[in-house]
Each structure stands twice: as C-alpha cells, then as structure tokens.
C-alpha cells in the first residue's frame, strides 16, 4: 500500500502588536509628566514663593485687621478676618496664576515651544500640564495663609478632610487662571501686551467677587458679575470648607472643573497661533 504523507502543520498567524496603555492613560501621564517638569524649576529659583507670601500678609494684617475694628462690612456673627482670610486665599492665587502666559512666551522665544508641539503629546494635555503646574505653585499660598491665620487667631478648620478639599478648589482654581493667562498669550503673542490685559483683568476679577464682602451688599450689576466670575465660586468653596459657613460645593466644583475644561480648550486651540 502506498504511505499517505503526514499532513502539513498549520501556518502560524503572525503575533498581534502588543496593545498599547489606553489612549486616557497615556495623556494623562504626558500631563504629569510635563506637570513635573515644570516644577522642577521651582529647584533652581525659589523666590518667586516668597515673595509672593508677602501680598496675603499684608492684606490680613492690615486690611483684615483695620476693619475688623471698623465693623465696616456686615459678616454676620463672623469676624471680619475670618471671613476675609479664604478670600485672600483665593486672590493670592489668582495673582500667581493670571501671568503664568509669560512662562509660556519665553519658552516660544527660546524655541522650546516648537519643539514640544512636534512630539505626539496632544496640545490640550501640553496646556493642562502646565495648568496644574501653575496650581501645584500656588499651593504655596495655602500654607502661607494658614500660617498667618494660626498667628492672628483666625477661626479656619483644621480638619484633614476639609483642607483636603482646599487644596482642590485651590489648585483648581490656579489651573483655571492660569489657562486664562495662556490663552490671552495666544492672542497677544507678547509679554508686554499680556502684563497690560492681566493687569487690567486682575482687579476687577479680585473686586467683583465675594472675596472683600458678601454678594448682599454688592450693587445688582456686580451681583450679576459676581455670578459669573470662578473666582466667586472658587471663595465660597473655600469659606465652607475652612469657615463652615453655608456653601454650595457641588455647584461650586462643577462651576471650577467646567471652566477649567473650557479654559484648557482654550488656550490649546491658540497654542500654534502663538508659536507661529
């Protein structure tokens, strides 16, 4: 009989790529990544951090406690440095955030930002990294004003829970402020012209907030600001947390986290115009 030849082996299919991390998780590492990197800058020039303690200090020792004597401004059965004390919080960090955009000029000017818009990192992480940078700066401030609170009897929580939540609304906040500063950087393309407009932008956005005094005796058109400026809710959300006054959280996170998103947008939609 005539053998019958073994059957040939099945061809092997070739090996799938191995998959790679999901497309979230990439970006978010790239975020934090270029969030430490810019931190890292804080090693070589720390003044930047002390210097800006010095503008809270002055605001709470003397004009927290100028009208606190003066009763000027109805806070109820609070005192008027408690009450004042988040506000100075939150404007510290406005300030230290609204200028951020320069950071990014220079780094056009030196060619750096070409060089970071070629690499396959996505603009809108590029903006929030440095966003969070500019928020992880800030928390300085918490610190300072905590300190300073401590020193001038000021009432504020001291619970791990509620600082927690500080610390968010705080680096929320700065990282909305700061994607303010980049997208004006967008528009203006100098640093000149983006001192001028922070400079014009940052005291109405400090006065026409409940930072100073409550929205009751506020005019009804600066009510109406008011209602419109993070920064109002970014003083409530602090005044709750570290006050314990009546306060609307989950209005006022979600009111932070959207302008935050619509922020970072944004300026990431302006990031080529300015590299240009």
Not at 234 to 247: Q, Y
């Amino acid at each position: 009989m005539a053998s019958v030849a073994p059957a040939a082996p099945p061809a092997a299919s070739p090996e799938a790529p191995p998959a790679g991390p999901p497309v979230w998780r990439s970006t978010l590492n790239r975020v934090v990544a270029l969030c430490l990197a810019e931190l890292q800058k804080l090693r070589h020039d720390r003044s930047e951090l002390y210097t800006r303690a010095i503008q809270p200090a002055l605001w709470l020792l003397i004009f927290g406690e100028t009208f606190t004597r003066l009763r000027a401004i109805p806070t109820g059965n609070l005192p008027y440095i408690d009450y004042l004390a988040p506000g100075i919080l939150a404007q510290s960090t406005l300030f230290m955030a609204i200028f951020y955009g320069i950071q990014i000029i220079w780094e056009r000017d030196v060619g750096l930002l070409t060089k970071l818009l070629v690499t396959p990192t996505p603009r809108a992480a590029l903006i929030a990294g440095k966003a969070f940078a500019a928020g992880l700066r800030a928390l300085s401030q918490v610190i300072v004003v905590l300190l300073l609170s401590a020193l001038l009897r000021v009432a504020l929580t001291w619970n791990p829970l509620k600082l927690l939540g500080t610390v968010a609304a705080v680096l929320l906040g700065a990282a909305f402020f700061a994607t303010v500063s980049m997208t004006i950087a967008g528009l203006a393309r100098s640093r000149e012209r983006l001192m001028g407009i922070g400079q014009a932008i940052t005291m109405p956005l400090f006065f026409a907030s409940n930072a100073l005094y409550p929205v009751a005796v506020m005019p009804i058109w600066l009510r109406a600001l008011s209602t419109g400026n993070p920064l109002s809710y970014e003083v409530d959300a602090l005044r709750g947390m570290l006050l314990g006054t009546p306060s609307h959280l989950l209005l006022d996170f979600g009111v932070l986290l959207a302008a935050l998103a619509a922020g970072i947008t944004a300026a990431a939609t302006l990031l080529p115009r300015l590299a240009r």
